[in-house]
Nanobody, 123 residues
Framework: QVQLVESGGGLVQAGGSLRLSCAASGRTFSIYTMGWFRRAPGKEREFVAF????????YYADSVKGRFTISRDNAKNTVDLQMNSLKPEDTAVYYCAAARNLAGISTGAYGYWGQGTQVTVSS
């Protein structure tokens, strides 16, 4: 099993920045892909970004490309999401997820999830 705990959410004004962090514990050696997803009020959970645990390859949703950066620290078993130039439409609960294979943008490809952290961007 893998346990994931997110932190770093909060309230920020449009144009501001936040950094989310996800700490992984348990059988972390089995992780291949780590991802960030989000769910806005009244909407389904959507993909934000993913990173491969070993090689560090990254992929972003078009809506966040150029504004968000995903990174990992294998020694600390953490994955961060640096969010810059935030917009009100970025308001959502952000979830960290892990997969034991090369997962993509589908929520169904990830077997482990954190509890989520709220990000609110005011206009």
């Amino acid at each position: 099993q893998v346990q994931l705990v997110e932190s770093g959410g909060g309230l920020v004004q449009a144009g501001g920045s936040l950094r989310l962090s996800c700490a992984a514990s348990g059988r972390t050696f089995s992780i291949y892909t780590m991802g960030w997803f989000r769910r806005a009020p009244g909407k389904e959970r959507e993909f934000v970004a993913f990173i491969t645990w070993g090689g560090g390859s990254t992929y972003y949703a078009d809506s966040v490309k150029g504004r968000f950066t995903i990174s990992r620290d294998n020694a600390k078993n953490t994955v961060d999401l640096q969010m810059n130039s935030l917009k009100p439409e970025d308001t959502a609960v952000y979830y960290c997820a892990a997969a034991r294979n090369l997962a993509g943008i589908s929520t169904g490809a990830y077997g482990y999830w954190g509890q989520g952290t709220q990000v609110t961007v005011s206009s």
